[in-house]
């Protein structure tokens, strides 16, 4: 009985963000679409998407803007005041911000010596080339996505066993989470 709820816990803990996701996201397109609908009496199917599209592009423009930026920081710092919504907010925007903007940290993909040998090796992206906070000034932090899933692990290892390859780091992502099956 215990393993049954401990499965039951791991999907809630891969469903519930997908599915919230992809109902916040559907939802928003289908309201969209209803009140574009109202406005010109007929139903217009898509119009949501475009619009969208549309709002999220205008709102990066104001968010580059210097008067709209701090007053959208001004939120940002109000939100962060509470607990449980700057875990949330700080989590989600430091993961996008790996991915796109300019504080991209995926960039960087390498081949790591696991074993130390050269036998077992394993493609992830350099992080962090710095370890000396953490007084480790001969290490680097990589991370390493799983395959199939929106986890990964960081793991810190000696510069001597990262070795930088000549992939784009997209590709290098496509590879690592297909595992292994996309690619040239």
Known sequence: MRRLI?????????????????????????????WTGRLIRAPVFGVGFAVMLVGVTVFGFLA????????????????????????????????????????????????????????????????????????RPEDVAVYFPQSYNFAGQVVIVSRAAVTAVALDASEAMAFIVSGGVTGK
């Open 6 to 34: 401990n499965y039951f816990l791991q999907g809630l803990i891969f469903l519930v963000p997908i599915v919230f996701t992809l109902w916040a996201v559907g939802s928003a397109f289908l309201a969209i679409d209803r």
């Open 64 to 135: 580059s803007n210097f008067l709209t930026r701090r007053l959208l920081q001004f939120f940002e710092q109000q939100l962060d005041r509470l607990p449980l919504l700057r875990l949330l907010h700080t989590s989600i925007k430091d993961l996008m911000s790996a991915f796109v903007g300019e504080k991209r940290r995926f960039n960087k993909p390498v081949l790591v010596d696991i074993s130390g040998d050269g036998r077992l090796k394993a493609i992830g992206f350099v992080t962090r080339d710095s370890m000396e906070r953490f007084e």
